[in-house]
Every structure is written in C-alpha cells, then in structure tokens.
C-alpha cells in the first residue's frame, strides 16, 4: 500500500462516521487525522470516493459550506440531492445555517 492510498484510507475511516443530516470540511477531515495542513489532498481523497457507497462523501464540503466537490458526483445535481433527502438546506450550491449542521471529527493518532 502506497503512502497516499494510506492517506486516502484514514480520510475515508473519518468521512464514514459523519453522522446523518451533518456535514464536515476537507480541512476538519485534515486536523482530524494529523494532517492539518492536508485539506487539498483531502479533497483530493474525496473526489475518488463519491462512487464509493460505503464513504459518505457528499457530506464533505469547503469551509465555507459549498459544495466544492459536486462535479464528481453523477447528474446534475446529485450532491445537493442526497445532502437535501438528509434534511441539509442547499441554495446555490452552499449549504444554508452551515454552523448547525457541522460535524467536528475527533482526532485520531497516526
């Protein structure tokens, strides 16, 4: 196992545990596994995992709420779709009250 499939591995174990109806950041996702300054290779992680059923990956945003990662998503409109039927409010392309549905994973040693 290489060192980024590793990498990609610990960002997924992370993203598995955002609980429904929340959402977290690249960067959270980052600091969570002792990579703080790791936010794009998170993102990078994530962008290979939306085809991926057990990675819940539409729940992993910007840090500002958007919908960065929608693109890697099949359909238009799907990231919003599925963030939505978990009761996420979504107007172009950012999620709506982003604080209260933000999800802060705890550290994990490396």
Do not use: C
């Amino acid at each position: 196992m290489t060192n980024s499939s590793n990498f990609f591995e610990r960002v997924y174990e992370v993203a598995k545990q955002i609980p429904y109806g929340r959402v977290t950041t690249y960067g959270a996702i980052a600091k969570a596994i002792g990579a703080a300054k790791s936010a794009r290779m998170v993102g990078y992680a994530m962008n290979g995992a939306s085809e991926r059923e057990d990675v819940p990956a539409h729940r992993v945003v910007n840090r500002k709420g958007v919908l960065t990662g929608k693109h890697h998503f099949a359909g238009t409109h799907l990231m919003q779709q599925l963030l939505e039927s978990e009761g996420i409010k979504v107007e172009d392309d950012q999620i709506q009250d982003f604080k209260s549905v933000f999800w802060e994973p705890e550290t994990t040693s490396t």
